[in-house]
């Protein structure tokens, strides 16, 4: 998509001024100027056309929405009038059930404690300390010399340490990604290299591992069918506003999106 070297943009004889594509820029961050007004273009000229298919149908503007809020609305009751997007049947949801059962499980469990070696990530010396420091706590305890807990009061920077280090019961979503990523994944009992995070290193012992149980349709079914739902109206969405922007007259800009689109 590209803007041409003409100041104002027509839409079937609408003008859109430099003036309100300058005003919109600040609401599309982009790598460049140029970027974030040719996204402010697009953004005005499909409110425009939505704008205007809404007038020719009849469909009532609401004066107290804003201009977000309104291309959303006059959106959904063009597409609920002109065009029929099918609802996922029991059948299609079924299929994609079958497809996709590894996906449907209840959320895995596990029970972990660590040490926690912290150091700086911008620190790369202390960063190299930390790290030698928690291969040598691993060593410690594969050789048996001290047990996890005296480990971890003695040089844990976490309050488990008081604990002996025990994190508990953990689920998806209670620790740092680059953290879960790794125990998640890891076997049980004590992990043989540490784990980085931007907290620094940790030895993990992971003493139970709960696999996630799978879900019946009869859990999932109205998820799937939502799922498959707002696919198809995102497809009929994108199909729509393509169709409005090829039957319109527009001028000082160019939309390059692919024709074969709104074939589909």
């Known amino acids: 998509m590209s803007l041409t070297n003409t100041p104002d943009i027509t839409v079937n004889g609408k003008t859109i001024s430099a003036a309100m594509i300058d005003a919109e820029v600040q609401y599309h961050p982009a790598e460049s100027r140029r970027q974030a007004m040719v996204k402010a273009a697009e953004t005005l000229i499909i409110g425009e056309l939505v704008t205007q298919k809404a007038m020719e149908k009849g469909i009532p503007l609401n004066p107290k929405s804003d201009a977000i809020e309104q291309n959303s609305q006059l959106i959904d009751s063009l597409l609920a009038s002109e065009v029929c997007v099918p609802e996922a049947t029991t059948e299609e949801c079924e ?7 590894g996906t449907f499980k209840t959320a895995p469990l596990i029970e ?36 996890f807990g005296e480990l971890a009061k003695q040089f844990s920077s976490c309050p488990s340490k008081d604990v002996d280090g025990s994190l508990g019961q953990l689920s998806y979503g209670q ?19 540490p784990v980085e995070t931007r907290y ?28 498959l739902n707002d696919k198809v109206h ?26 074969s689109m709104l074939m589909q």
């Open 95 to 101: 299929r994609y059930y079958s497809a996709n059962k």
């Open 200 to 227: 620094g290193y940790h030895v993990v012992l992971v003493a139970r591992k709960v696999d996630g149980k799978p879900l019946s349709f009869d859990m999932v079914r109205e998820k799937i069918k939502q799922y």
């Open 112 to 147: 972990a404690s660590h040490i926690l070696i912290a150091s700086d990530p911008k620190d790369l010396e202390h960063r190299a300390e930390s790290h030698a420091l928690a291969v040598n706590l691993i060593h410690k305890l594969q050789g048996g010399e001290s047990t």
């Open 175 to 193: 620790t740092v990604r680059e953290f879960e990523r790794q125990v998640f994944a890891a076997s049980e009992g004590l992990m043989p290299q």
């Open 234 to 259: 995102r497809k009929a969405l994108s199909q729509y506003l393509h169709r409005l922007v090829s039957e319109a007259d527009i001028q000082g800009f160019k939309f390059e999106f692919d024709d």
